[in-house]
């Protein structure tokens, strides 16, 4: 490391990377395979590519783009607030909710302060934490879920942010709206509690609840929501939170002005109008997971029950099961990184890719004749 990297904070410099599925053209590149038979189920993107409305949106905004984005989203979260019915003035946009999360992080976090989460819960919350020179606490997992109980009675004097993701990523679990509400109303008021929404598009109607109408009574909730998944817009990078004016306001102060661009503010709008899109989205994924997990129990493999738009499948030696998957043109996602070496987690796809997965996997697991 050069002179001037030591000058860093130790905490940047301990931060272990983020790391992304492997991208198509990479495996393509490195294996001489045509990127067109391979099949990526590694980043739970959305199948079906684009939404017909966001695309023409999104085109037709292209010719504007010599203009800097409405740095307020004044369009995006007047759409949003009526969707929602919340007030303009609750919203915090983000390039990629992965943004929002970073900004909870930025605004409530320094050195000397604590952030909780769960074991096998998204990488970007320990990421955040470490970012700002904070303490980590990582709370034990219960089967693969979120413990809230331990969450709560884990809240030290000096935490200011606890989160919750609802289904989580990798895992797929779930908590029910009375379990959530219940958490809230034990946590101090002094700790903000992120409730990142990644999923929430892809929960079954009996499993529904609507988190934004416990804000009044819970101010210290910031609810995170993405156009990433069910929107179909992971490229694009759009997101945004829900929370409590006062603390959308101090979200907004550390907010890069234009960190949204136009032409994914144009996609966004247009894509939450776009039901059948949404509803096409939910019917694929349902269906999809049936033949998955179908697929796996055939196989004779144990399977973490998720309510996201992927499955972590029990496969034993994960690391060798992936590299043979690549190797047959096949990426799914390695959860060695959120402590579960033997699981690989696989993003629901189009039925025809689901296919080949589990036709692929079954021929990797065969034993050697
Ligand atoms: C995919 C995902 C996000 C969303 O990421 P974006 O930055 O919005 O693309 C947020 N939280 C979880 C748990 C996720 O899996």
């Excluded at 909780?116 to 970012?131: C, D, E, G, I, K």
């Excluded at 979120?146 to 969450?151: F, I, N, T």
């Excluded at 109303?185 to 416990?214: K, N």
């Amino acid at each position: 490391m050069i002179d001037a990297c030591e000058l860093s904070p130790s905490w940047i410099r301990g931060i272990a990377p983020y790391v992304p599925g492997k991208p198509s053209s990479e495996l393509a590149r490195e294996m001489g395979l045509d990127e067109r038979d391979i099949v990526k189920l590694a980043s739970n993107e959305n199948p079906l590519g684009p939404g017909p409305a966001a695309l023409a949106a999104m085109q037709a905004a292209l010719l504007d783009i010599a203009r800097y984005p409405d740095g307020n989203g004044f369009d995006m979260k007047r759409a949003l607030a009526a969707h929602y019915k919340v007030d303009a003035a609750q919203l915090v946009l983000g390039n990629g909710s992965n943004d929002v999360l970073e900004l909870a992080g930025r605004t409530f976090l320094t050195s000397g302060t604590s952030g909780v989460y769960s074991q096998h819960a998204f990488a970007v919350y320990p990421l955040t934490v470490q970012a700002q020179g904070a303490t980590h606490i990582q709370v034990p997992a219960r089967d693969f879920g979120h413990d809230l109980d331990a969450m709560a009675a884990a809240v030290r004097d000096d935490t200011r942010i606890l989160f919750v993701a609802n289904p989580n990523n990798p895992t797929g679990t779930f908590l029910s709206g009375e379990a959530l509400r219940a958490f809230l109303a034990r946590v101090p008021r002094r700790v903000i509690v992120v409730l990142d929404e990644a999923y929430t598009e892809f929960l079954p109607d009996a499993d529904r609840y609507d988190s934004l109408s416990w804000l009044p009574a819970h101010p210290n909730l910031v609810v995170s929501r993405t156009f990433s998944k069910a929107f179909g817009l992971a490229g694009m990078r759009v997101g945004f939170a829900v929370a409590h004016p006062d603390v959308a306001d101090l979200m907004n102060r550390v907010r890069q002005p234009f960190n949204v661009n136009s032409v994914a503010q144009a996609g966004a709008i247009a894509a939450l109008g776009d039901a059948d899109y949404l509803a096409r989205s939910r019917k694929l994924n349902a269906d999809g997971m049936v033949q998955i997990v179908d697929g796996v129990t055939r196989l004779g493999l144990r399977h973490i029950p998720s309510r996201g738009n992927f499955v972590c499948v029990h496969v034993g030696n994960a690391g060798q099961v992936y590299g043979d998957l690549l190797r047959r043109g096949v990426i799914v996602r390695p959860v060695a990184g959120y402590g579960m070496p033997e699981w690989l987690r696989v993003s629901i796809g189009l039925p025809e890719e689901n296919a080949r997965f589990l036709s692929v996997l079954a021929d990797v697991l065969k034993p050697a004749a």
